[in-house]
C-alpha cells in the first residue's frame, strides 16, 4: 500500500500484473472536507474500472473539456466505467468511502466477454451485464467486513480465472503494456494490415492505439516530472524532449487533452488541493 490510511494504492502481485492495474481506496469520513475538498479529478485513462460504494456517493460535474455528465443521474452500489478518452471533474455530496478496481481493457474483455466500444466514455449497472459468477463476486465484495477482506477477494476471483487464460504480462507501466499489446495485435493470426491492425486493437482495449500511446507519454512525462522536482533546473522542454514528445508545445496539448489543465497548472495543483488526490496516489 501507499499513502495514508484514508486514501490508498494497492498494486498486484505479479502473476496479475497483466490483469490489474491498481486498486484505489478511499475514505474521507472524519475528515470534515468542505465543498470543494470533496471534488474529484480524474485522468483520461484506458483503463476499465469496477466502484464498490461502501459509503456515500458521487456526482458528476459539466465543464468544458471534461467528460460529460449522464444523460440521468442514477446511482448503484457496484458501477462499471468504461475506458475514458476525456478527463473527469466529480464532486461526493458528503462522506464517502469506495474500493476502485482498475482493470487493463484486453483483460476484462479476455475474462469477461464484453466488448468495450459501447462503454467508452461511459458508466453503467454492471449486474446487468456481467456473467453469473462475476455478479455473486460483486455482492460478496460488498458484503465483505473490510478492504483487506475484499483485496483477498479479489485476488482468489481473478487470479485463477486470469492464469487461465496463460496470459501473463509482468508490467505496471502503460507504455510497456501498450507495446506488448501492439506486438500481439500485429502477430495475430488473421491478417496483419495495418487497418487490421488498428482494429484489432480496438476492439481489445475500446479504444485506437493512437490513444494508448498518447496515454503511455503522459505517463513517462509525469513521473518524469516526479523526478526532475528533486533535482536543480526544472525544465518543460527537456521533459517534453525525454518523453517522445514532438516539442513543448505537444506535451501541453496533450497534457490538456487527457487532464484538462496544462502541465503547469497540473504540477502546481496538485501539490495543494485535495481534489487532485488520484494523481498524488502514483507518485
Given amino acids: ?3 495514508d490510511e484514508a486514501t490508498r494504492l494497492w498494486l498486484p502481485p505479479l502473476a496479475l500484473a497483466g490483469c490489474v492495474r491498481a486498486v484505489m481506496l478511499r475514505d474521507t469520513r472524519g475528515r470534515a ?8 479529478y480524474f485522468p483520461a485513462t484506458p483503463l476499465v474500472s469496477l466502484f464498490w460504494w461502501l459509503e456515500g456517493g458521487s456526482e458528476w460535474l459539466a465543464r468544458p473539456g ?6 440521468e443521474h442514477w446511482h448503484a452500489p457496484v458501477m462499471l466505467g468504461g475506458p475514458f478518452t476525456l478527463p473527469s471533474h466529480t464532486r461526493n455530496p458528503g462522506d464517502m468511502r469506495a474500493f476502485k478496481l482498475l482493470m487493463l481493457p484486453d ?13 467508452v466514455n461511459r458508466i453503467v449497472d454492471p449486474r446487468e451485464l456481467l456473467p ?3 455478479r455473486d463476486w460483486l455482492a460478496a465484495m460488498s458484503a465483505a467486513a473490510d478492504d483487506d477482506a475484499r483485496l483477498q477477494l479479489l485476488q482468489a476471483f481473478l487470479l485463477p480465472r486470469w492464469q487461465a487464460l496463460g496470459a501473463r504480462r509482468p508490467s505496471h507501466r502503460y507504455a510497456d503494456w501498450t507495446e506488448a499489446l501492439a506486438v ?16 484489432r486493437i480496438k476492439a481489445w482495449a475500446g479504444v485506437p492505439l493512437r490513444e494508448l500511446r ?3 507519454r503522459a505517463e513517462r512525462a509525469f513521473y518524469a516530472v516526479a523526478a526532475a522536482e528533486r533535482q536543480p533546473g526544472f525544465n518543460w522542454a527537456d521533459i517534453a524532449a525525454e518523453t517522445d514528445y514532438a516539442d513543448q508545445s ?8 487527457l487532464t484538462g489543465f496544462s502541465p503547469e497548472e497540473l504540477r502546481c495543483r496538485m501539490r495543494s488541493e485535495e481534489a487532485f488526490w488520484p494523481y498524488r496516489l502514483w507518485r
Avoid at 472536507?33 to 474529484?40: K, T, W
Avoid at 483483460?107 to 462503454?119: D, V
Avoid at 495485435?185 to 495495418?194: F, V
Fill in 33 to 40: 472536507l468542505d465543498a470543494v475538498q470533496r471534488e474529484n
Fill in 250 to 257: 505537444h506535451l501541453c496539448r496533450e497534457t490538456r487533452r
Fill in 214 to 216: 498518447a496515454v503511455s
Fill in 132 to 134: 453469473p459468477d462475476w
Fill in 107 to 119: 483483460a476484462f474483455t479476455a475474462l469477461t466477454g464484453i466488448a468495450l466500444g459501447g462503454l
Fill in 1 to 3: 500500500m501507499t499513502q
Fill in 184 to 199: 500481439r495485435a500485429a502477430t495475430s493470426a488473421a491478417g496483419r494490415s495495418l487497418r487490421q491492425l488498428e482494429r
Fill in 66 to 71: 471534461f467528460s460529460q455528465p449522464p444523460p
